[in-house]
Nanobody, 123 residues
Framework: QVQLVESGGGLVQAGGSLRISCAVS????????????MGWYRQAPGKQRELVAR???????NIADSVKGRFTISRDSAKNTVYLQMNSLKPEDTAVYYC?????????????WGQGTQVTVSS
C-alpha cells in the first residue's frame, strides 16, 4: 500500500500564510516517488472537490486560476514529500485540502489520496 499523510493545516487570518505538506510512503510505492505526479485538491463544505495544483515528475506545474500568484506547489524527492505554500490567504480558501498521487499510465481510480488537512481562513 501507499500512504499519503498531510500535515500543516490550521487556522489563519486572511492575508496570512500556511505551508501544508504531504509525505508519501509505503511498501506499495513502486518505482519511487519521483515518477509520480502529485497534486493538491480541496473541498469546501457543500462544494465539489477541485484541483488546486499539480506538479509532474519533470517539474512542470499546473495551478488553478483561483490561486495563481498566491499558491506554489513544490516537491522534494529526497524526502518523498510535496508541499503547498499558500500566501495571501482568503476566507474562500477555507477547505479540507487533500494530497493526490498519480502514477503515469494508470486510471484515475488507481490514484492515491491522503486523509485531508483542514485549512480555515478567518476574515
Amino acid at each position: 500500500q501507499v500512504q499519503l499523510v498531510e500535515s500543516g493545516g490550521g487556522l489563519v487570518q486572511a492575508g496570512g500564510s500556511l505551508r501544508i505538506s504531504c509525505a508519501v510512503s509505503g511498501s506499495g510505492f513502486r518505482s519511487g516517488f519521483s515518477i509520480y505526479s502529485m497534486g493538491w485538491y480541496r473541498q469546501a463544505p457543500g462544494k465539489q472537490r477541485e484541483l488546486v495544483a499539480r506538479i509532474w515528475s519533470d517539474g512542470s506545474r499546473n495551478i488553478a486560476d483561483s490561486v495563481k500568484g498566491r499558491f506554489t506547489i513544490s516537491r522534494d524527492s529526497a524526502k518523498n514529500t510535496v508541499y503547498l505554500q499558500m500566501n495571501s490567504l482568503k476566507p474562500e480558501d477555507t477547505a479540507v485540502y487533500y494530497c493526490n498521487a498519480q502514477r503515469p499510465g494508470t486510471r484515475p481510480e488507481d490514484d492515491y489520496w491522503g486523509q485531508g488537512t483542514q485549512v480555515t481562513v478567518s476574515s
